[in-house]
């Protein structure tokens, strides 16, 4: 019976919920669904990363190629993320050229790395103006339940944390490249951005970490990433009904908490990784 | 450009109505040499695969001054969709299409804001039904701290952060927030404060230049 309600009347269903301070999946507003993380799955890949947040599944592998760097960067090196979202993991995604979902993902992703100074570019050039890395961070969703641009940010921060890049250096002679697949870096990691978001019902309740059924009736979506020292690196809320400005801070400080909790998770992971070497 | 609490520094703005013939409503707006002509057709007739049973579809496309429509058009267009959405009373239009088409003439920074301003004075020239206006406000954090509204493009490759907020005319409450670069949360509040200022003066614009307009039809 109650699934007949859910049916027809999605909205009301869920109105019932949010008035008890819960919600249909037995979450509480302010509960994030559990995140599981799992790296170096791809083999064939630098770098790479898998993680759940509930349902929602996103795979992020990464390929480091080497490349003349940008003519107005010279001594930088540059990342390259993109998201697809295919139809695999959505009836609501088609295939065929990626919808303005994704293309505002990977925007938004490329914004993050540069708005948080995630990895020092200039550590991915290896000589000015001729050479440089271009790391190519493919972010797929194998199963989108809501709260996919959190995801992805996870993901990405994973895959860049166990990525080794070979050594490379210019044999002056004959003035080629070689790589040195033997010896092997990590990528220097300077801040870890952690994403949360939030959507807003009716446009007075805020609920956290939203499923894909609860971002389709909410009236807003927002987007917090904060990063280690309590700074904010995004505040992404691409319009929808508005937020107060008490809202917001309420808002930022639950990111300031998930923040902590993902770093945790992370070193968890990377640890395991160095003690099962 | 200096931080003055009591009043927002912005750059020239003007304004333009129908000036084109075959869309429903279009404007032009200016801010400084940053100029976006916006083109409104609708309501009108949408694709079954894209319709709505209940609502008006909003379709968004931003066509920059050259080359193809990139990532970074999509985002944009997604920004001023979601806030025309909030804005419109789309459920008095039920399996209908509403096209907002913004040219970017020329951008010298604050390219973003200059879209909504101009999304908003042509759908107010379509006549169609909306809730609240909203005006688009940047804000940039130079490196020495300092707040500026307005930046122009050089201002805004040498600043630390850089906010752009969309604000509505009624509650004056944040619509739409994008942002680049790391701040702290007092540097977002302060930039706030003085987004709902700026806010202010836009919307006396609006007010006047509309005022204007009809006091000359007869």
């Known amino acids: 019976m ?276 | 450009m200096e931080f003055d609490k009591s009043c927002p520094v912005l750059r020239e703005y003007g304004n333009e109505q129908s000036l084109l013939s075959r869309p429903d409503g279009s404007s032009t707006f200016v801010q400084g040499d940053t100029s976006v002509l916006a083109g409104v057709y609708g309501p009108a007739e949408v694709k079954v695969s894209k319709e709505i049973y209940d609502r008006a579809t909003v379709e968004v496309l931003v066509q920059p001054k050259t080359g193809l429509p990139s990532v970074r058009e999509r985002a944009r267009e997604q920004c001023v969709r979601e806030t025309c959405e909030a804005a419109l009373l789309l459920t008095l239009h039920p399996r209908s299409s509403l096209t907002l088409i913004l040219q970017v003439i020329h951008d010298d920074g604050s390219l973003l804001s200059c879209c909504l301003n101009a999304a908003c004075m042509a759908l107010m020239d379509a006549g169609l039904p909306m809730s609240y206006l909203f005006c688009g406000v940047t804000c940039a954090i130079t490196k020495e701290g300092q707040i500026i509204t307005d930046p122009t493009t050089r201002q805004e490759k040498e600043s630390r952060a850089l906010f752009t907020f969309a604000i509505d005319s009624v509650e004056h409450n944040v619509l739409m927030s994008t942002t680049k670069g790391s701040f702290s949360v007092k540097e977002l509040q302060q930039c706030i404060a003085i987004s709902h200022k700026a806010s202010e003066q836009i919307f006396q614009f609006y007010r006047d230049s509309v005022k204007r307009r009809y006091s000359k039809i007869k």
Request: glycine fraction near 4%.
């Open chain 1, 2 to 277: 109650a699934a007949g309600f859910k049916t027809a009347e999605p909205l009301e269903y869920h109105r019932r919920f949010l008035k008890e301070n819960c919600r249909p999946d037995g979450r509480e507003l302010g509960e994030f669904r559990p995140t599981t993380l799992n790296i170096n799955s791809i083999n064939t890949a630098n770098g790479s990363a898998m993680v759940k947040v509930g349902n929602t599944t996103v795979i992020c592998g990464l390929k480091a190629e080497l490349t003349m760097p940008p003519s107005d960067a010279p001594s930088k090196g540059y990342i390259v993320p993109n998201v697809d979202l295919p139809p695999l993991c959505s009836s609501r995604f088609r295939p065929g050229p990626p919808g303005e979902q994704a293309q505002a993902a990977s925007q938004f992703i490329a914004d993050v790395i540069e708005s948080s100074d995630l990895v020092n570019m200039e550590e991915l050039c290896i000589e000015k103006a001729k050479l440089c890395w271009v790391l190519y961070c493919d972010i797929m969703c194998l199963d989108y339940d809501g709260n996919l641009l959190d995801t992805c940010i996870i993901a990405l921060l994973a895959a860049l944390k166990n990525a080794q890049l070979p050594e490379v250096t210019i044999n002056k002679d004959t003035d080629l490249a070689e790589v040195d697949m033997k010896k092997k870096k990590h990528l220097k990691i300077n801040r870890h951005p952690v994403g949360s978001s939030f959507a807003v019902f009716d446009d007075t309740i805020t609920i956290v970490d939203p499923t894909a059924e609860e971002e389709s009736l909410s009236t807003a979506l927002l987007t917090v990433v904060t990063d280690e020292e309590d700074r904010l690196c995004a505040v992404h809320k691409p319009g929808g009904t508005s937020l107060s400005a008490e809202k917001l801070q309420h808002c930022i400080n639950r990111a300031v908490t998930r923040h902590t909790e993902i770093n945790k998770l992370l070193n968890k992971v990377m640890d395991s990784m160095k003690t099962s070497k």
